[in-house]
């Protein structure tokens, strides 16, 4: 009898270590999944960069590219103060997905002071080690502690791409959307609705500042008053990356814009 006891006591610790090893190797799948990146093509990947920045200042800008292992890397120096470089990962969201695209460019003040947010989030997402919540809560930290600070003069950043997937709105809203939408940023650090006495979505100026979501209001160090380019400079625009969003679009079918309407609810690929 106490033969067989034991002989069932081995066959439950066998099953139980099995499963408790099943379920920690389908977490892991899950986790990787999760955080690993597809590299884009590199020529495509510079150009879509580039088209964040108006022409006269393309050539002489700074371009990062993604390698989805190590984080960010220069492809090209440049020598006007000017980088470039697509974010695909928002850390104020708390989460990994594989369809955000959003050409960003900064002048010298935006690279010295928010670039580094980007470098940050980039490389630790690359490496594996780390979940989205923690990627954002180490940046809320970093800010809270004086690492990050906001820029200690007014610049712009430019996002004059004919389309880029992003997420419309504040960190509780976790659906993507692609659009059509060249548009300048002026650095705002701390603002507010309330700062800015207009209405919020309202026609003309634009505030964004996701890191008040999280951090309180009045203390996200990124935000921006977002001038959208007037309909007749979007046209020309848009006329003008013809080639790059057919490109964007054989690539990648969430690129793809709603003929007139210059947006498109894409599905959801958190994978």
């Known amino acids: ?14 099953l139980l270590f099995t499963v408790i090893l099943f379920i920690s190797t389908q977490n892991f799948a899950q986790v ?3 955080w690993r990146l597809e590299k884009m093509p590199v020529d495509l990947e510079a150009d879509y960069a580039l088209s964040a920045l108006p022409p006269h200042l393309r050539n002489d800008a700074t371009v990062y590219l993604l390698d989805p292992q190590k984080g960010y890397y220069v492809t090209r120096q440049g020598s006007n103060g000017y980088i470039c470089f697509i974010s695909r990962t928002e850390w104020e969201w708390g989460e990994f997905r594989n369809d ?9 003040e935006g690279a010295r002071s928010i670039f580094p947010v980007y470098t940050a989030v980039a490389a630790m997402r690359a490496s594996g080690k780390y979940q989205a919540a923690q990627i954002k809560d180490s940046i809320m930290n970093r800010i809270i502690t004086g690492v990050y600070k906001a820029p200690s003069k007014p610049g712009i950043s430019y996002m004059l791409a004919p389309v880029m997937r992003v997420y419309p709105g504040t960190p509780d809203n976790k659906e993507p959307i692609t ?11 701390y603002l507010t609705d309330e700062n800015t006495r207009f209405k919020p979505g309202t026609e003309g100026l634009i505030l ?10 009045g203390k996200g160090p990124y935000g921006y008053v977002i001038v959208p380019a007037s309909e007749t400079e979007k046209a020309i625009i848009v006329e003008d990356g013809k080639d790059l969003l057919k490109r964007l679009a054989e ?3 969430y690129f793809k814009t709603e003929p007139g309407s210059g947006h498109h609810h894409g599905p959801a690929e958190k994978n």
């Open 32 to 34: 990787t999944a999760d």
């Open 100 to 108: 955000l695209s959003a050409p960003i460019s900064y002048d010298a």
């Open 208 to 217: 964004t500042n996701p890191g008040n979501s999280i951090l309180g209001d």
């Open 1 to 14: 009898m106490t033969s067989i006891t034991e002989t069932a006591k081995n066959c439950r610790r066998t």
């Open 251 to 253: 690539y990648k079918a």
């Open 179 to 189: 659009i059509s939408m060249p548009h300048y940023m002026l650095y705002s650090p």
